[in-house]
């Protein structure tokens, strides 16, 4: 017997290009508020790492224009196998306003103009697209997509906050219910927030970085230590080299911990950044011929960032009585990071800790479409005429 509560049933097709991952799914949403749950029904999923690695770091126009090749093929992609409407009448009728809609992505105009006629409408309810934060450029064309989709397939398009499907992206496959209130943790290469929500879709800021973000901060020491793009995963396993090796007096001096003792909530990770620059800057030639050199320091640099968002994150924990801790973006890959995480809780009792899958945890459409259907429960009126905007706060309405 089902043991579910089957109401609010919907099917959510999530678009998300906010920085440098061409990302689609369909999502099959039910259980309203008191009882989410999601099922993926299909994903389709274009990674622009390749193409950006060679210059360290991802340039928005590039970003743009990969966005407006892939979308097209990647629907295709994505629809293979799914359930289609018998086709209907495949005539783009309002051909003139798709022309218009999509006249600054010229490729993807062409591609949609000449494939979407031949694609039958997907058994969907809602489109739900990413409209901020991100590179503005890049998040634009996503949103251009989904309002010529939505006028084509007659659906209604939600905006959704990229951070908010952050925070969500935990809840698939969960059987721990969320219990407020909650502490959000969000750690990407753009964000670094601690987020309280009292209740769902209510956030309030506690804290954020002053300058660079966690995963910016783990890219720029990649690129100091000569290591390829992105350079979180890179780092990561240097220190955990440096972590499991038999030596016992390691010969890094210590990194400072930013801000650790500030009575805010806020973040600094530039100035851990330029130590290290320094750190390499002085090591004599010697130091540099020791092969374990950079693994010690990744390990040092993991341990201080790891440090101090432990620290800010238990403080927090502890102010405001958190029982549950979400902990979501892309450095949540880190496995130090999220077994320091997993000690933290297990130390403080009663709060339980959620963690996105590592599918989940980097850039990805399933976070949107579920972000999607909690939009779509609230009461909203239907969006018409909605922006991209880079700089889009978690506690801004998304529109
Ligand atoms: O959430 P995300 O995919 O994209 C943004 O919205 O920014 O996060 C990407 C960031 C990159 O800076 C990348 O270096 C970092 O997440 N990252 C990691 C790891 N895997 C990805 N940082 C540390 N350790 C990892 N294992
Ligand atoms: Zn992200």
Redesign the pocket.
Known sequence: MCDRILFLYMKILGIET??D?TALAIVEADGGLSHPHFKVISEAINSQTKIHEKYGGVYPMMAKREHSKNLVPLLKDLLKGFQLEKPRDLKIENEEEIKKILERETELLQQFLEVIPTIPKPDIDVIAVTVGP?LEPALWVGVNFARALGLVWDLLVLPIN?MEG?ILSVLLDQSQPVTFPALALL?????TELVLMRDWQQYEILGRTRDD????A??KV?RMLELPY????E??KLAEKARTSERSNHQITKLPRPMLNSPDYDFSFSGLKTAVLYRIREMSQAEKLLPFWKEELAQEFEDAVTEVLIYKTKKAIEEFNIKTLIVG???I???H?RQEFQKLIKEGGETKLLTPQPSL???NAVMIAMAGYFKSLNDHKPVLDFRATGNLSLQQDSL
């Open positions: 906010s920085c991952e991100g990229h952050h750690i990407s290469g753009g964000h973000a966690v995963g910016e783990f890219d990649a992105p350079g979180g995963p780092i990561s973006g892309g450095v890959a880190n496995s990071l945890s980097t850039d």
